[in-house]
């Protein structure tokens, strides 16, 4: 059992930057990032943008902000993207808000309430370019009584995410099945120490975010998937989508540099269809698992197989689709939340417009 716990923690170190780009507080001035390597110098700039990047810099975080980006990365490796890009991988999201307000990125992938944070709190300094993940979060059960939201009234739930997007998703969820939040006993803990109960047994009912979730079906075939909050979310109807993830760019490198964020965009919906499964790889060219355990996105292959399919992996661009997907959403968070997305919901300065 140790052993297998042992394995257990150490496949669920890649979920946690999920969970913490999921918090609304602002960067700490102590939480500095890790140095990139400045873009090199062109000799040569477009006519239409002054100066031009040579290469994009780009941050991701662990966990499925980063599997979507595995095939960019790979493809940038090979020289076959439209523009070479230096992708850095952050654990924790306060970095990649560090990283953007300090320029040290261009483009980033994060959580969609600290997208919207930043967005308030920079005065504009920042746009969303796409969103890229819907749902992750999902309800385990050791056992077979829970099918419904409302079937977790008067239960113990250990969760994780207090704070946090989690949270605030939860609570709504609930609400809008008939259930207070208060009649739910939810403990909250790390997803090391939730997926550890769950695995030796002592948890009958937890809330874990992909891939952390997959690691712990994939080691015990005595928990079972009871509720996926995205179809819960869906089943509302309320016009929204359960959106996690999107990417953002700087607005000042939108500015300088528009051919290059169209670029990327292409990239990564390329990117995002073959991890997806969209597209098939090439004879002998590694696969979606095999590049996202390869980055250390997902700890193995065996877990990657299992987690891709439900890292709700998209890519949506343009302000009115843009809009439609995630507005909603960050109207559910400014009513549970205000201070989760900086205050206020983001006006329309806050989408970019694709050429």
Not at 102 to 110: E, K, L, R, T, Y
Not at 138 to 152: F, H, K, P, Q, R
């Amino acid at each position: 059992m140790k052993k297998k716990l042992l394995s257990l923690t150490l496949a669920l170190a890649m979920s946690l930057g999920l969970l913490a780009g999921c918090s609304g507080g602002e960067p700490e001035g102590s939480s500095a990032p890790p140095e990139t390597t400045p873009p090199a110098e062109t000799t040569a700039a477009q006519p239409t943008e002054s100066p031009e990047t040579e290469t994009v810099r780009m941050a991701v975080l662990n966990g499925p902000t980063g599997v979507g980006a595995a095939k960019l990365m790979a493809d940038s490796e090979a020289g076959t993207t439209a523009q070479a890009y230096d992708v850095e991988v952050y654990t924790d999201n306060s970095q990649v808000s560090a990283a953007l307000t300090n320029g040290d990125v261009d483009i980033a992938a994060m959580a969609s309430n600290v997208a919207a944070n930043l967005y308030n709190k920079s005065g504009g300094g920042i746009q969303l370019i796409s969103v890229s993940g819907l749902g992750v979060l999902y309800i385990l059960e050791n056992g077979e009584s829970v099918d419904t939201m409302a079937d977790l009234e008067g239960r113990t739930l250990y969760a994780t995410g207090q704070g946090a997007n989690p949270e605030y998703v939860l609570n709504y969820l609930l609400t809008e099945n008939g259930v207070d939040p208060a009649d739910v006993d939810i403990q909250w803990r790390t997803a090391q120490e939730v997926s550890a109960l769950m695995a030796t047994g002592e948890a009958e009912l937890c809330m874990l975010p992909v891939p952390a979730a997959t690691s712990v079906l994939v080691q015990n075939d005595g928990v079972r998937e009871a509720l996926d909050l995205s179809a819960e979310w869906d089943a509302l109807d309320n016009g929204s989508r359960l959106t996690m993830t999107t990417i953002v760019a700087r607005t000042d490198f939108i500015q300088e540099h528009p051919q290059a964020v169209e670029a990327f965009l292409s990239d990564y919906a390329a990117s995002v269809a073959f991890m997806t499964g969209e597209e098939s790889p090439a004879e002998g060219e590694a696969g979606p698992a095999q590049l996202a355990a390869q980055y250390g996105f997902v700890a193995s292959e065996a877990v990657a197989e299992a987690a891709i399919p439900k890292c709700a992996l998209t890519c949506i661009t343009g302000v009115n689709d843009m809009r439609r997907a995630i507005q909603g959403y960050y109207e559910v968070l400014y009513q549970a939340a205000p201070d989760s997305i900086g205050g206020a919901v983001p006006d329309d300065g806050f989408y970019y417009e694709t050429a």
